[in-house]
């Protein structure tokens, strides 16, 4: 069995309402200043490698893509692990959008559609599992946090591969899939519409990427195409919650990239729209710990 890749090339997603975009996001599939036709060629390189041995447990890829590249949503046969050394994204399946900065990874088992957004460069370091071994792992897909001992375990099997020592590659195999059951999962996720209106999709875009307060309900419905009242049912009839507690939810999984990263609390708020102190509050408030120790 091969891979399945529906379409893969980049392109344009609605522009957001211009604002503070502390991740870096276009709002676009294209890179800035880059023409369609070097999308393409990206696309191609976004390819996977091939599968159709299933006499080898594991296949690993590694990658770099540039920020603003999308990467349209497409499924494989085999079981893959996401993971990058360095840089963000976004990865959106069907029912779910979960970014993804360093220290995290995404499982997605096998026949699950995903497509992923390149929110600053990415240093990617993908394997994929064949179908019977991806089948001992979780078959839901899971954000998973990447411990020093597992990174280390990825970085390996991508470098190095089968490298004509059987004895020491399987060991390898053998503790990253150890590690990967063992390793903490991540419960911050994002509900996405699931055959919902297009005004929808595209407002849940725009707030992906730009999920500042300082822009208004209203900007966010007219640049969708669609009344505040029909968005805001809208929203509530596909997602199960208000506007306002769904951009929350995105701005908290925003804040959780930005703290792993490194930036400061102050600067996290001031991109979100709030005061350092407000912004706490509220964090404390659904997380139920200050962001200055989220981390520990």
């Known amino acids: ?158 470098d190095q591969g089968d490298n004509g020592d059987t004895a020491y590659y399987d060991a390898v195999v053998g503790l990253a899939l150890l590690e990967l059951h063992r390793a903490r999962r991540s419960q911050i996720r994002i509900a996405m519409p699931v055959d919902a209106d297009r005004r929808l999709i595209n407002a849940c875009q725009s707030v992906m990427a730009a999920p500042s307060l300082e822009i208004p309900f209203e900007q966010h419905a007219e640049a969708a195409g669609a009344s505040v009242r029909t968005l805001a049912r809208l929203f509530q009839s596909n997602l199960g919650m208000g506007f306002a507690e769904w951009r929350r939810q995105v701005q908290l999984a925003t804040a959780v990239a930005e703290l792993i990263q490194g930036q400061s609390v102050s600067g996290i708020a001031r991109s979100l729209g709030y005061s350092p102190s407000s912004f706490s509050d509220m964090f404390r408030r659904e997380l139920g710990v200050a962001p200055s120790n989220y981390l520990g």
């Open 1 to 158: 069995m091969v891979s399945r890749v529906r379409h893969q090339r980049a392109v344009s997603a609605p522009s957001p309402p211009k604002a503070k975009n502390p991740l870096g996001l276009s709002g676009g599939g294209h890179y800035h200043g880059r023409s369609p036709l070097i999308d393409v060629l990206l696309m191609a390189l976004a390819a996977p490698p091939d599968l159709s041995d299933h006499a080898v447990p594991v296949q690993p890829l590694a990658r770099t893509y540039p920020r603003g590249l999308y990467v349209e949503p497409h499924s494989h046969d085999w079981g893959q692990l996401l993971y990058a050394m360095s840089g963000v994204m976004w990865v959106e399946t069907p029912r779910e959008a979960l970014v993804v900065p360093p220290q995290r990874a995404v499982w997605l088992p096998p026949g699950v559609e995903h497509g992923i957004r390149v929110v600053c460069d990415l240093q990617m370091r993908n394997i994929y599992l064949r179908p019977a071994l991806a089948a001992t792992l979780d078959s839901q897909v899971q954000v998973i946090e990447v411990g020093g001992l597992l990174r280390e375990l990825i970085v390996t099997l991508v």
